[in-house]
């Protein structure tokens, strides 16, 4: 079959740089154990288990989760004189016997790589005076019957004879970094003469460098003789963390997406499962140790499934949490090193709409506080150094501002008699402009397309339009739909009013409209071409829709309470999903404006054909994105208005033999974008269901 597409040089709207971007929530463990690089679970006693449902949940202290007996020794929990108030739980530890000490699990167990430099740090209180500590990695002998055992204490101590970094703070201990053969020994230095009934904490660091690959280990802190010490907020970085923050595999995945913005926290962790379990943002941008640890709101997700007429109270996830290692400060950091725009969104004042019934009446003096967190953050992204909050962005170690230009005003949210959420939203718009008028504000549709939400949601915003064209910058639409619905409504925004921008939030194909915990398969090619085919939609509608994401963004393997996700991993490696390349090829190989298609792409369409055009004014490239959803091979020329045959110069596909076919750890390239270079071709042959973008 042979098809033939006219390339007009008629501009039909400008390509917003930041058009496709990124939507962050720390959801399916994306955070801690994601993202944030810290390899270490409830390193600082705090975690909670989360249970419950809609009005009643509630959490219970879980302070040694992940953390167990080593030896003949006992663990007490205990408050009396924190390293930090705002997180006052630590480790009474008493060693009954010479090498006996406590081991944390680390969500899968530790991972090191061979020739990987790995940074430790912990406090501690040496109540008893002793010399020094070991710390190690233990990996589990399977012949063993006990860890605790003195043959598996002896056994599955794994160390490295080989390297020779010293530690910091270490007083020149002999054997420090040799952590995977041979247990390296920290010295803790006590003055005696500074020693008295307070015992202050002491942070101490170390680091090792692998001499081989290691998975599914523990960390092992074992004390050289009985006696009492007290520890708090341990941590193992490795040393290669982008700015020390961020997992270097998957912040390179972020980076080739070149992102025009990011969209952070959240997501319904913005909202929280109650007003208290929301996410404070102030709370984020204290020191590391004053960071109060939170319970993730998913961790309770599913709760609402009932069996025998109740619900099931609480999940796989209930230790789900939040130490807020990536915190507002990191997510604007990230958003300068990926050179996208900030898109903070802010709570108004109620919980989850799905989940709770808990809110703030709008008239309320506490409902004033939420506005003035908007207020303070704007200063903290943009304000002066000599102001209270651009003080506390310097002291941080970003001086400059972060140009703060795009605010959500709430997430996913609608009016209901007993929300008003349109009021509420008035009353953030008024306070916000009144001091910053350029902020671009981002409105709610609610949590979908279809129903009375929102269409209520449209009517409100249009009707202040009219008054006030600052009113808001654009409106946050949200889709989880079958491939199906995609294919179907490539002009879904083809008829909308050119006045009022589009921001497409969270959007996904989920196969026959399923969404499951933990199931990668979900990221199918047919998925993505779903994707691929609904954006030629949105590209053409420019001019309406300024931003777009995919949601939701990543899932760690057997932690995940969400899927599709667009970037799957595990404790050793990452992997982009179908749906990732449809993205890449959207953000990076898109021009500035895009070329009126004289609606060709209507009868194309009726071939399951999709495709649409845009131009680099600069460089004069072409990047057709074209989806064939059909089972044939077409044989595809590209025109000018003379009808002359276009010269192709590159081509860019993603397809395989199934539809069906998904990435894995074990197969993380088995449906990628193929780049080919074509010698200045007039024609060239789309495979059958196939995503292309042809470069002319």
């Known amino acids: 079959m042979k098809k033939t597409i006219k390339i007009y040089e008629?501009?039909?709207?400008?390509?917003?740089?930041?058009?496709?971007?990124?939507?962050?929530?720390?959801?399916?463990?994306?955070?801690?154990?994601?993202?944030?690089?810290?390899?270490?679970?409830?390193?600082?006693?705090?975690?909670?288990?989360?249970?419950?449902?809609m009005s009643d949940f509630y959490i219970e202290h879980d302070n040694l989760y992940a953390w167990e007996k080593y030896g003949d020794c006992e663990m007490k929990i205990v408050m009396a004189s924190p390293v930090a108030?705002?997180?006052?739980?630590?480790?009474?530890?008493?060693?009954?016997?010479?090498?006996?000490?406590?081991?944390?699990?680390?969500?899968?167990?530790?991972?090191?790589?061979?020739?990987?430099?790995?940074?430790?740090?912990?406090?501690?209180?040496?109540?008893?005076?002793?010399?020094?500590?070991?710390?190690?990695l233990l990996t589990e002998n399977k012949n063993s019957e006990s860890l605790n055992s003195e043959n598996s204490i002896k056994n599955n101590i794994e160390n490295n004879n080989n390297n020779t970094d010293s530690c910091n703070d270490c007083n020149g201990c002999n054997d420090c970094n040799n952590i995977v053969e041979k247990p390296f020994s920290i010295t803790v230095s006590?003055?005696?003469?500074?020693?008295?009934?307070?015992?202050?904490?002491?942070?101490?660091?170390?680091?090792?460098i692998a001499n081989r690959d290691i998975r599914h280990a523990k960390l092992l802190v074992t004390l050289p003789f009985p006696g009492i010490a007290e520890f708090d907020f341990f941590s193992m970085l490795p040393d290669d963390a982008v700015a020390g923050i961020f997992r270097r595999d998957l912040f390179e995945l972020l980076n080739d997406l070149k992102p025009g913005f990011i969209r952070f926290p959240g997501g319904c962790i913005v909202e929280g499962a109650t007003l208290e379990n929301r996410y404070k943002f102030k709370d984020t941008l204290k020191p590391l140790t004053n960071r109060k640890n939170n319970w993730n709101r998913w961790a309770v997700h599913g709760n609402d499934v009932w069996t025998d007429g109740k619900p099931k109270n609480h999940s796989i996830y209930d230790h789900y949490n939040q130490t807020y290692g990536i915190g507002f400060y990191e997510f604007f950091l990230l958003c300068d090193l990926l050179k996208a725009k900030p898109l903070p969104v802010l709570n108004v004042g109620l919980a989850c709409q799905y989940q709770s019934y808990e809110l703030v009446e709008p008239e309320s003096e506490?409902?004033?506080?939420?506005?003035?967190?908007?207020?303070?953050?704007?200063e903290f992204a943009n304000g002066p150094t000599n102001s209270k909050w651009g003080k506390v962005r310097k002291d941080l170690g970003h001086e400059a501002p972060f140009n703060l230009e795009l605010l959500g005003i709430g997430n996913e949210q609608w009016e209901t008699d007993k929300t008003k959420f349109f009021d509420r939203y008035s009353r953030f718009e008024m306070?916000?402009?009144?001091?910053?008028?350029?902020?671009?504000?981002?409105?709610?549709?609610?949590?979908?397309?279809?129903?009375?939400?929102?269409?209520?949601?449209?009517?409100?915003?249009?009707?202040?339009?009219?008054?006030?064209?600052?009113f808001a910058y654009a409106v946050d639409e949200h889709y989880y739909v079958p491939p199906k619905w995609l294919f179907e409504h490539n002009d879904f925004y083809d008829n909308y009013d050119r006045n009022i921008k589009v921001f497409a939030g969270e959007y996904a194909a989920h196969p026959a409209g399923s969404m499951s915990f933990n199931n990668p398969k979900l990221n199918t090619l047919e998925g993505a071409l779903a994707?691929?085919?609904?954006?030629?939609?949105?590209?053409?509608?420019?001019?309406?829709?300024v931003l777009s994401s995919y949601a939701p963004l990543f899932a760690r393997l057997n932690f995940a309470q969400w899927s599709p996700d667009m970037i799957w991993f595990d404790d050793e490696k990452a992997y982009g999903t179908p749906s990732y390349y449809v993205q890449c090829a959207y953000s990076n190989l898109t021009g500035n404006v895009v070329l009126d298609t004289k609606k060709q792409?209507?009868?194309?369409?009726?071939?399951?054909?999709?495709?649409?055009?845009?131009?680099?004014?600069?460089?004069?490239?072409?990047?057709?994105?074209?989806?064939?959803?059909?089972?044939?091979?077409?044989?595809?020329?590209?025109?000018?208005?003379?009808?002359?045959?276009?010269?192709?110069?590159?081509?860019?596909?993603?397809?395989?033999?199934?539809?069906?076919?998904?990435?894995?750890?074990?197969?993380?390239?088995?449906?990628?974008?193929?780049?080919t270079k074509i010698s200045n071709s007039k024609s060239i042959k789309i495979s059958p269901f196939s995503f292309n973008v042809i470069v002319i």
């Open 10 to 53: 008629d501009v039909k709207a400008d390509i917003s740089p930041e058009m496709t971007g990124l939507f962050f929530e720390d959801i399916n463990y994306a955070a801690d154990g994601g993202l944030y690089a810290e390899m270490l679970e409830n390193r600082h006693f705090e975690f909670y288990k989360a249970s419950g449902h």
């Open 85 to 136: 108030s705002e997180n006052p739980h630590y480790l009474r530890f008493k060693a009954k016997q010479a090498g006996a000490g406590f081991t944390n699990k680390a969500y899968d167990g530790i991972c090191v790589k061979k020739s990987h430099k790995y940074n430790i740090s912990f406090y501690c209180r040496n109540l008893s005076r002793f010399d020094n500590l070991t710390i190690s």
């Open 190 to 208: 006590l003055d005696k003469s500074d020693y008295n009934e307070l015992c202050p904490w002491v942070l101490y660091k170390c680091s090792f």
């Open 366 to 378: 506490e409902f004033d506080s939420f506005i003035q967190d908007a207020l303070d953050l704007i």
């Open 431 to 470: 306070a916000i402009h009144a001091k910053y008028p350029d902020i671009k504000l981002i409105g709610s549709a609610g949590p979908d397309t279809t129903s009375d939400k929102y269409e209520a949601s449209w009517n409100y915003i249009r009707k202040n339009f009219e008054t006030n064209k600052n």
């Open 531 to 545: 994707e691929a085919a609904f954006l030629t939609g949105v590209e053409r509608n420019a001019d309406v829709v």
């Open 601 to 675: 792409h209507e009868e194309l369409i009726k071939s399951k054909i999709y495709y649409n055009p845009s131009k680099d004014e600069k460089t004069g490239t072409i990047y057709v994105k074209l989806v064939n959803a059909g089972s044939e091979t077409i044989d595809f020329t590209f025109n000018d208005t003379n009808d002359n045959a276009l010269a192709i110069s590159d081509i860019y596909t993603l397809t395989h033999d199934s539809v069906d076919a998904h990435n894995s750890i074990e197969n993380p390239d088995k449906v990628f974008l193929e780049h």
